[in-house]
T-cell receptor, first 112, second 113 residues
Framework: NAGVTQTPKFQVLKTGQSMTLQCAQD?????MSWYRQDPGMGLRLIHY???????DQGEVPNGYNVSRSTTEDFPLRLLSAAPSQTSVYFC???????????FGEGSRLTVL | SQELEQSPQSLIVQEGKNLTINCTSS?????LYWYKQKYGEGLIFLMM?????EEKSHEKITAKLDEKKQQSSLHITASQPSHAGIYLC?????????????FGKGITLSVRP
């Protein structure tokens, strides 16, 4: 099984550019989430979804949009990138909200 | 998140030594998860604890959740270089449906050969 797949692994953007981080899982998990990891800050929840068509904000949602049109995919969109969004982004999924999270390998984003 | 405090922030131990790291919350931990991360890589699930007083072990790593369900400890026996990495605790501190995991800032463990 591929598990949780994130693309791209690395990306450099200029301020104001837009992009989408892709996340796909093949485990038929209902719960998917996006975290960002910054030095000294740990993992912070950006957005999450408890099923197709349902999304909600996490701890740091500003500047990010998500959608969940299928069970498998949960893309994260940056509409106008800012240097403060330079970070490592992790997508995760689980069978339920109380279950073990399976993480992707991360996407390292640099905004100049 | 400051709702989960991990201590110490970092730790350097000599290979073969035992060590304990902690994860503390002022709120009830409805589910407590320990993850390990190698630098530049994703997170690997270690253990999950849900019941007060629960203890689980895997190889040389033992995790406990206290009776009050507000603190968890992770103990490594006879540490090895392979144990080096960042250890993060994540917890459901809200309970109920549609809650989510909140993570601590992580503890960086270095093991000297």
């Amino acid at each position: 099984n591929a598990g949780v797949t994130q693309t791209p692994k690395f990306q450099v953007l200029k301020t104001g550019q837009s992009m989408t981080l892709q996340c796909a899982q093949d485990m038929n998990h209902e719960y998917m989430s996006w975290y960002r990891q910054d030095p000294g800050m740990g993992l912070r929840l950006i957005h999450y979804s408890v099923g197709a068509g349902i999304t909600d904000q996490g701890e740091v949602p500003n500047g990010y949009n998500v959608s969940r049109s299928t069970t498998e995919d949960f893309p994260l969109r940056l509409l106008s990138a800012a240097p403060s969004q330079t970070s490592v982004y992790f997508c995760a999924s689980s069978y339920s909200w109380a279950g073990e999270l399976f993480f992707g390998e991360g996407s390292r984003l640099t905004v100049l | 998140s400051q709702e989960l405090e991990q201590s110490p922030q970092s730790l350097i131990v000599q290979e073969g030594k035992n060590l304990t790291i902690n994860c503390t919350s002022s709120k009830t931990l409805y589910g407590l998860y320990w993850y390990k991360q190698k630098y530049g890589e994703g997170l690997i699930f270690l253990m999950m604890l849900q019941k007060g007083g629960e203890e689980k072990s895997h190889e040389k790593i033992t995790a406990k959740l206290d009776e009050k369900k507000q603190q968890s400890s992770l103990h490594i026996t006879a540490s090895q270089p392979s144990h080096a990495g960042i250890y993060l605790c994540g917890a459901d501190i809200e309970g109920g449906a549609n809650s989510k995991l909140t993570f601590g800032k992580g503890i960086t463990l270095s093991v000297r050969p």
